[in-house]
């Protein structure tokens, strides 16, 4: 009696959504464990993804689910204890400060290299790619790259820092084409390690370091990825480390995910198993934080290619999965599976973005054109 009632109650839960339990159509969700109805109507989104990751549930079509939900808001209509938790801490504490700080790496970017390079093509670049004119993944990558170049306005002979530089592959694509020396710094060491033999032979320089400790002067800064680690707490202070670094003269381009709303942590599921001590920032966060610091010259969004990235990404990925190691199992493969599908989801709601800001000391003289 008590797994009829509760599956009543998803089920009305659902139906704003379109979702039928064991329905026919692609994105309705089929029930393989009795339990799973409590157990997600308790534990919110955290419950949703773990369930998945056992087996409790399956649907052909994960990201159109998912899409589903949120465009019909249902993930504000259940919460669970773990993301009560969440907001407590982030209220308590400086979640992304001190050894915080290294976790991601640890525990995402420090995954294993034959994970990402089977994932992200021939440039190891783990951000959205930009599709405008590209018809494959490996196209909208080096698009990607080339317009964050030619945003910056790269010359031969400028020192270019990348905060939170990956795999390298921003500094290498401005040395090898516009003759740029420059520093990335990552708190990934297996991405330090790649990165490095990636730019073996040019001038560029690899440290495993916290951004906080930055202080030389460079004619352009760029940022692509890592903004979402920061913290809403830290803001303040990665743009002033950001100011003491750049040329009065010089520009700055973030490129970072961003939210509709303003918030204090992530998704709980997110928090838990991909992105520890993340958080998207909102504009009004971002603005406020920028102000009395930097101009903000453009502010682009095309965080619709983000969904044709993710789903690049996972062909690549579900191609090739026989042929990574062991240690990849069939839980961590679910894992990955709904990491992508709920990604996919997010951005093709539109309920979060892709952002490049084009930010100067002091503006522009005669303005800013931004490239597109």
Known sequence: MADARFRARLQDLLADADIQLDGPRPWDLQIHDRGFPARVLAGGSLALGESYMDGAWDVASLDGLLYRLLRAGTDRRVHGFAELRLAVLARLLNLQRGRRSYQVGERHYDL???LYRTMLGRRMVYSCGYWRQASDLDAAQEAKLDLCCRKL???PGMRLLD???????????????????????????EQAALARELCAGLAVEIRVQDYRALDQRFDRIVS???????????????FDVAR???????????HTIGGNRSRTHTDPWIAKYIFPNSMLPSAAQLATALEGRFVIEDWHNFGADYDRTL??????IEA??????????ERFRRMWRYYLGASMASFRARSIHLWQLVLSPRGVAGGYVAPR
């Open 163 to 189: 905060i939170g530089c990956g795999w390298g592959e921003m500094l290498r694509f401005a040395a090898e084409r516009h003759g740029v020396s420059g520093v990335g710094i990552t708190i990934s060491r």
């Open 224 to 238: 692509i990825g890592m903004f979402e680690h920061v913290g809403v707490r830290n803001y303040a202070t990665y």
């Open 112 to 114: 294993g290299n034959d």
């Open 153 to 155: 306005g790269l010359q």
């Open 311 to 316: 789903q690049a990404w996972r062909a690549n």
């Open 244 to 254: 003491r670094c750049l040329d009065d003269d010089g520009l700055f381009l973030l």
């Open 320 to 329: 090739a999965w026989s042929t990574l190691p062991a240690r990849y199992d």
